[in-house]
């Protein structure tokens, strides 16, 4: 009904203007008032997207305390309460204006010169296109779903402490530096015509790599890899990482919707509505692949975690790009994502790399998949000299490709660097006794199911 209102109050204002019966001036406040309702429409993209992002934590929570074994439950929810709050600090201290600096990038648009804390705008006056503090919150909570990769790959052998000084320094400092090559104005990536729509890369693969170093620095858990045999180490509760799945496959319409930035136009709304028709496709896709892979290795055996990873899989590898695609392409590339994780996890074993809950193919190689998808269903146009031209697909595959291996490089050397140092400091790795006890006793004092064994 308001719509309709302001529908024929529009016409009813053109027809008096075409007979001089209305002022320019009404006019005027017209396109103030046009401005200030697409103010508030973006500014509300921002908040329900943070919010619905900031519901992924609690996915994450119950998809990795359904992976781990019974014993490490408790540990596992405490860590990602504890991560989200760390997150939180740190990208309000440092991490905020590293991704977004005030005082522009050094090092030809590789380092931000703006480690100082965030704060929030006037309340009374405009602050662009949208409230300053709703793309504060907006980015505050995708830092923390990079850290809740790493999370999932290191539990049931990590100190809990060194973890969230690991999380500090990742969400402070190496998550913002990379983010700003391509989100920041004068980033790197950016300038050289890298594509990331929402964080196929920046998000997760970086949290992915992340994960990785730590896997290797930290080693496999007891008795996981033995005589050149790998011994599987079921989760406590299937039903519960299930319902963290749905969980984040609802969050991936507020990461990928609201990533279109804006709410005020027409073309904007239909943007975001097919952000999340293409979002919630490639999900499809991966769910579909991965169940029907493991089928066929498996001798007709569908391995529900990692139809789980086939979901993650495919909605992260939708989120380089997910408004360009067809909703044919959308199931394809999250089908592509779906084989990759089935086919990652073997893979992972073979060099005796333990990853818990699969965060490594689901997020690391799905990561670089979507990002290197983006070549294939974007055309990018440039001017050069007033001449506008177009990227081919091949010139912007090598781009994708070069922004996936600078942040390669830089998150593992990184990352790689606090791991060992903190293993050498204050070690990150608990005892193997303490790891037959369990966690939730030795770290937490609290076990997850106090009334059942392990």
């Known amino acids: 009904m308001k719509a309709l209102k302001h529908i ?44 619905i992002v900031m519901f992924m934590a609690a996915g994450f929570m119950c998809l990795e305390a359904g992976l781990v074994r019974s014993k490490n439950a408790a540990m596992q929810s405490t860590k990602n309460i504890a991560l989200f709050s760390v997150a939180g600090l740190m990208f309000w201290l440092v991490g905020y204006h590293m991704v977004y600096p005030t005082d522009g990038f050094v090092l030809g648009g590789w380092l931000s010169g703006s480690p100082v804390p965030w704060s929030h705008g006037d309340v009374s006056v405009s602050h662009g296109k949208y409230a ?18 790493v999370s999932g790959t290191v539990a049931e052998r990590v100190k809990l402490i060194p973890f969230l000084l690991f999380t500090a320094v990742l969400t402070a400092f190496i998550y913002p530096i990379v983010a700003g090559w391509q989100w920041g104005e004068g980033g790197a990536l ?13 998000v997760h693969s970086t949290g992915g790599w992340a994960a990785l170093m730590g896997a290797i620095i930290i080693g496999p858990r007891l008795g996981k890899y033995v005589d050149g045999k790998v011994n599987p180490m079921p989760g406590s509760n299937i039903p519960l990482a299930g319902l963290g799945t749905f969980i984040l496959w609802f969050g991936w319409f507020g990461f990928n919707g609201a990533s279109q930035l804006a709410a005020g136009t027409i073309e904007d709304i239909n943007s975001v509505a097919r952000i ?77 790399i333990d990853d818990v809950v699969g965060a490594i193919p689901a997020h690391l190689v799905c990561g670089i998949w979507g990002t290197l998808a983006v070549a294939f269903n974007t055309q990018t146009s440039f001017e050069v000299e007033g001449v506008e031209q177009t990227r081919s697909m091949l010139a912007q595959f090598g781009i994708q490709g070069f922004g996936v291996l600078a942040t390669a490089v830089f998150v593992c050397l990184a990352s790689g660097l606090i791991w060992y140092g903190l293993k050498m400091v204050t070690g990150v790795r608990v005892s193997d006794e303490d790891q037959v006890t369990g966690l939730d006793k030795v770290e937490i004092g609290l076990e997850a199911y106090p009334d059942f064994k392990n």
């Open 132 to 149: 300053d503090a709703s793309d504060w919150f907006f980015q505050m909570v995708f830092v923390a779903t990079a850290a809740s990769i």
């Open 276 to 352: 999340f028709a293409n979002t919630n496709m490639a999900a499809v896709g991966g769910v579909l692949a991965a169940l029907t892979a493991t089928s066929l290795l498996y001798k007709g055996k569908v391995d529900a975690t990692m139809v789980f990873n086939g979901a993650i899989g495919g909605l992260v590898a939708i989120t380089a790009e997910p408004l360009a695609p067809t909703i044919g392409s959308s199931v394809l590339i999250g089908a592509v994502g779906g084989v990759l994780v089935v086919l990652t996890v073997p893979l992972l074993d073979r060099f005796k």
């Open 190 to 202: 950016s300038a050289m015509g890298f594509s990331d729509f929402a964080g196929s890369t920046l």
């Open 8 to 51: 024929s109050a529009r016409l009813a204002g053109a027809g008096l203007m075409a007979f001089g019966l209305i002022s320019t001036s009404a006019f005027a406040q017209d396109a103030g008032a046009s401005a200030t309702s697409a103010y508030v429409d973006n500014t509300y993209l921002f908040l329900i997207g943070g919010i």
